[in-house]
């Protein structure tokens, strides 16, 4: 069989299982099974496939016909610019956390403006390490080499999985990664009070577990998805616990679930009194980012 015929009926088993871009997708697990090139598999199509290689491409179309996700099986997901070492331990970053980023970085620059030195940042719920190090890697690029910044996840697994991207990436020697059940366990003593909170926590309500993809239901993990009935389990602790470490000017950035962000914004004004809360929008509409400037004059309520 030659590899053109090959991919057309990888193809043809991938629309069959309701799997997004089934052509293109065929050809990704082509070049992962076999480790070729885009232009080799493409000079390829009319030679006929090694079986080794149709073998090994079988059992990953079979994986994702299955509904794996893509990114579990390449081992791989792209997030700022970088390449992030992914699989089942950790939940895939998707492009729009990547507004958190941003806002991390303009939280940053704000309190350096304001004199600030010594900028202390903490990822909650770090995972893959994705926010944690795309901060540190931006960071590096514009020389600021001050700034710290710690990664903390219940998870041993998967922090893991963020060490490993820190190596990855360089920035080993920039975040540290530390056990945690959100900031309970954060030794202020140790390491000083906060400066910025960020967090992509888990934000799916229970009960909306079966109308999710399968790619999400079955493959990720489910302690990085839901947060009780309503969501919003992951933000009452958080910053019920934020606002006891948090420096008094200091910030926090969460990313949210479509149709959260007022809601959050209310739990922020529960626990935090004359906080500057601003929301952001993703690139599809969708209020994503909840940031509050706390301020010197921040009173923690309660």
């Given at each position: 069989m030659n590899l053109h015929t090959c991919l057309r009926q990888a193809e043809a088993d991938l629309i069959r299982a309701q799997v997004e871009t089934p052509s293109q997708t065929a050809r990704w697990l082509w070049l992962c099974a076999t480790g070729v090139?885009?232009?080799?598999?493409?000079?390829a199509l009319g030679n006929e496939a090694k079986p080794d290689d149709m073998s090994?491409?079988?059992?990953?179309?079979?994986?994702r016909c299955a509904r794996e996700p893509l990114q579990y099986i390449t081992q791989q997901a792209d997030f700022c610019g970088l390449t992030f070492y992914v699989d089942e331990r950790v939940l895939i970053p998707r492009p729009e956390t990547e507004l958190a980023v941003q806002t991390t970085l303009a939280q940053i620059r704000r309190q350096k403006s304001a004199g600030k030195r010594g900028v202390r940042i903490v990822d909650v719920g770090t995972g893959s390490g994705a926010i944690a190090i795309?901060?540190?890697?931006?960071?590096?690029?514009?020389?600021?080499?001050?700034?710290?910044?710690v990664g903390v996840d219940i998870s041993a697994a998967a922090l893991e999985v963020a060490k490993q991207n820190a190596q990855r990436h360089g920035v080993a020697d920039r975040v540290r990664f530390g056990l945690g059940d959100y900031l309970t366990d954060y030794d202020a003593g140790r390491?000083?009070?906060?400066d910025i909170v960020v967090s992509n926590p888990p934000y799916i309500p229970e009960g909306q577990r079966e109308w999710l993809q399968p790619e999400v239901a079955r493959f990720e993990p489910p302690q990085a998805l839901f947060a009780g009935a309503d969501g919003l389990d992951a933000y009452r602790a958080i910053i019920r616990q934020a606002t006891v470490l948090i420096a008094t000017d200091g910030s926090l950035v969460f990313e949210v679930g479509?149709?959260?962000a007022g809601a959050v914004r209310d739990l922020l004004g529960a626990f935090v009194d004359r906080a500057r809360v601003s929301v952001l929008a993703d690139g599809r509409g969708i209020d994503r980012v909840v940031a509050a400037e706390l301020g010197s004059e921040f009173i923690a309520n309660g």
């Open positions: 090139q885009t232009h080799e598999m493409l000079m090994a491409f079988a059992r990953l179309v079979q994986r795309a901060v540190a890697v931006a960071l590096d690029k514009e020389g600021d080499r001050t700034t710290a910044i390491f000083g009070s906060i479509a149709g959260q």
